[in-house]
C-alpha cells in the first residue's frame, strides 16, 4: 500500500490534520459531561444552601422572639411578685408598641405560656432540620 504522499498529486498532510482535529474535538464530550455534572452539583448546592439560609432565618426569629419573650415573662414575674402586675395595662402597652394583636389581648396566662413554650419546640425543630440536610449532604458526598 502506497502513502498517500507517494502517490502524483496527492498530500496527506490535510486529511490528517482534519482528522487529528476531529478526534481532539471529539475529546469535548466527555468535557462537557463533566461540566454538566459540575453545573448540576453546583445547582444542588445552591438549593442546599438557599433552604439552609431560609431554615437558618426562620431559627433566627423564632430565637429572637423566644428571647424577647423569656424577658418579658421575667419582668411580668416580678411584678407579679410586688403585686404590680395587671393583664389589661400589658396587652395595653403591647398594642400601643404593636407587639401584640389585638386578637390576642385578654388571654389567659397559661395559655400564653403554653404558646410561649412552644417557641423551643419550632427552634429546636429547625436546627434539627438544618442539622439533618447538612449530614445528609455530607453523607451524598461521600458516597459519590
Known sequence: MTDAAERPGGDAAPA?????TAHALATAGTLDALSTGFTLIAAAALALAAVLGALGLAAKWVAM????DRRLLSMLAIEARSGAFSTGVFD??????????????GRDWPLRCRGALRLPLWLGGLVTLQALLIAGAGCSALLA
Open 92 to 105: 395595653r402597652v403591647m398594642l400601643e408598641l404593636q407587639l401584640l394583636p389585638r386578637a390576642k389581648t
Open 16 to 20: 490528517l490534520r482534519l482528522s487529528i
Open 65 to 68: 422572639r423566644a428571647r424577647l
